[in-house]
């Protein structure tokens, strides 16, 4: 269970149930206990009765006197007692009539006891002693039954009812316990790169959740300086990096001028200019990857249709994919709005058909294919190259991995290798996801699949 309220409910509905439970369970033992002593007690005295009845000679007196005296005695109670006297190891000589002809059965080493008389049913038993004779009188338990019946019922809707109660106690409680965590929450959410001054309201109370509170306060102001020195680096490292490499090659194109200078010296300074133009992409590359992932980009993600930005795009992807003798193929499906800024989103479809041009033989087709249906528009770019593996595809949008075929081997190619870094970060700040995957078997092509997120109608 995701929630915590929820796990706070049933932790404190379970709790009070439980110790409701283990009350009633030790009430049943109490009420049970007296109500049978109650029964002992009304045993013994039927027992005093028989006793002052026979008188203290009782010894002398015939069994046919004891047994009348005995039935004077106790026929008045024949519904509430049943009477059995009888010598040690011998027959008894008297028998109630309620005990139709049975005996009161004798748990040894109990004087007093709960057993099961046959045609009688359950009953409460106490054995007494008047030399030589053994008497036995026993209650029914049915009432007893019946009362502990009633309160197992009545327990049992009781807990029922309070597990019922304790939950929506448990619940409301729970909320107001976890308040302080949402409204941390909530500040925590508004926190952004926009807004790195908010901090989360501490209150005055010393306890766990305002600790935590400080504690994301504290963190939040070490995000904000590093957010600071990232923006001073994005800003600084521009001037600093690029100002000397314009300044070479300023000085190479300069010298390529001279005409006195040798054949193979040119060359070296072209492979130098070439160089440096490499080096400036990767600092720009760099620079752009480091704003996105500090998320200090501006994004300009306004409701567009993707079919008109298509078209235009479209365009100068047709020009391009001629020029290095491939065609261009595109279509999208269904209408609607997407929030995207129009710029980014050109600069990753033209990192991933610079790619895919890199990669096809000529005369071979690449193909787009746009679909915007439930909420996600789907863009899926598509070549005839050698693709990749599997493994592969997980580790293409790595920064600095460069795949020159599908094979095992990496080998380097004039790429920077982070135009699919940085076309990941600019789908990522859309909202949306960017994967690859195989076309097909090996050798069949490889296919870039980018979904965002639409507005729904």
Known sequence: MR??????????AGAATATLAVLFVAGYALLERNLLHGLDLLNRAEFQQIASRLGPE??????????????ETTESASTLFYILIRLPKQNAIFRSTNLNGHDIPDVAGAEQFSVRIPEVGDVRAAEFYMKPFIVMVATPLAQVNEVMASYVKVCAALVVAMLA??????AGLSRLILAPVRLIRDAALRISSDNLGE????????????????????????????????????AEASHELKTPLSLIRLQAERM??????PVRHREALQDQ???????????????????ADAHVMQLELVPRDPAAFLHGFAQDAQALAEHQGLRFEWSHEGHGAVPFDERWMRQVLLNLLVNAIRVSPPGAPIR???????????????????????EQCERVFERFVRFVDSGADEKEDRGTGLGLAISRSIVGLHGGTISAHPAGPPGSGLQVLVELPAVRA
Not at 165 to 170: E, K, M, N, P, T
Not at 202 to 213: C, K, L
Not at 273 to 291: G, H, P, Q
């Open 3 to 12: 929630s915590i309220g929820a796990r706070i409910a049933l932790w404190y």
């Open 58 to 71: 009782y010894e002398t007196l015939s069994a046919p006197f004891i047994e009348m005296r005995i039935r």
């Open 165 to 170: 109660v304790s939950l929506l106690i448990g």
């Open 199 to 234: 901090r989360i309201a501490v209150a005055d109370v010393r306890d766990e959740v305002s600790d935590v509170a400080r504690l994301l306060n504290q963190m939040f102001d070490r995000l904000e300086a590093t957010f600071l020195q990232i923006r001073r680096f994005t």
């Open 256 to 261: 390529i001028g001279d005409e006195s200078l």
């Open 273 to 291: 200019l070439e160089e440096i133009e490499r080096l400036t992409r990767i600092i720009e590359d760099l620079l752009l990857l480091s704003r």
């Open 368 to 390: 787009l294919n746009s679909r915007l249906d439930q909420g996600v528009w789907q863009l899926s770019l598509q070549d005839q190259g050698p693709g990749l593996t599997p």
